[in-house]
């Protein structure tokens, strides 16, 4: 198979891989027949493929990437996965589009928390939540926008002052907001 180039890997993952940690797939040879063929083992690729084997496990599935999915671009945020959107907007229009993404999130979250507890996968599975904080003063403004979109999206969220910051992160940065849906794994 011919490819016009391989991504670029640091190989700068959350966490310390060993060989024996790296589950290798053989490389394709000869011809292959699939059904569907997937371009990706990030989250993406492998959700679709497991969703489409769940409703069609007659089909071929073929998935196809240029790395180990254990070093790929999904594997270096750190098992970090959000329920929220980073940035929500302030039009109707915009609100509208982060409650759509807000749902697609959090139903990812739902599905691998199943697919942890079904396969019985010891991940350490942690429901932590996400800080957005601040350190400079001027990005109040930025900040307090966010807070006023969550209270339109009815998500809830706790206001925390630099000192139950400090408390609970044990950084120096100024007061904001926790949101519940996030998830360390």
């Given at each position: 198979?011919?490819?016009?180039?391989?991504?670029?890997?640091?190989?700068?993952?959350?966490?310390?891989?060993?060989?024996?940690?790296?589950?290798?797939?053989?490389?394709?040879?000869?011809?292959?027949?699939?059904?569907?063929?997937?371009?990706?083992?990030?989250?993406?690729?492998?959700?679709?493929?497991?969703?489409?084997?769940?409703?069609?496990?007659?089909?071929?599935?073929?998935?196809?990437?240029?790395?180990?999915?254990?070093?790929?671009?999904?594997?270096?945020?750190?098992?970090?996965?959000?329920?929220?959107?980073?940035?929500?907007?302030?039009s109707t229009?915009?609100?509208k589009k982060a409650q759509d993404y807000r749902a697609l999130l959090q139903e990812g979250i739902r599905l691998l928390d199943e697919t942890v507890t079904e396969h019985q996968i010891a991940c350490e599975w942690e429901n932590v939540g996400k800080y957005h904080c601040q350190i400079d003063p001027s990005s109040e403004a930025i900040m307090q926008e966010y807070v006023d979109n969550l209270q339109l999206m009815q998500e809830p969220y706790s206001l925390l002052d630099g000192e139950a910051l400090y408390?609970?992160?044990?950084?120096?940065?100024?007061?904001?907001?926790?949101?519940?849906?996030?998830v360390f794994w």
């Open positions: 198979m011919r490819f016009a180039s391989v991504p670029f890997n640091q190989n700068q993952v959350g966490w310390p891989l060993n060989e024996e940690d790296l589950y290798r797939q053989p490389s394709l040879s000869g011809d292959i027949k699939a059904d569907w063929v997937i371009i990706g083992s990030g989250y993406a690729g492998v959700s679709f493929a497991r969703r489409l084997a769940s409703l069609n496990p007659q089909l071929n599935i073929v998935l196809i990437d240029a790395e180990c999915a254990a070093t790929s671009s999904s594997a270096r945020n750190s098992g970090f996965i959000i329920g929220l959107p980073h940035n929500i907007g302030s229009a915009e609100l408390q609970k992160l044990g950084t120096a940065f100024t007061a904001k907001e926790f949101t519940p849906p996030a």
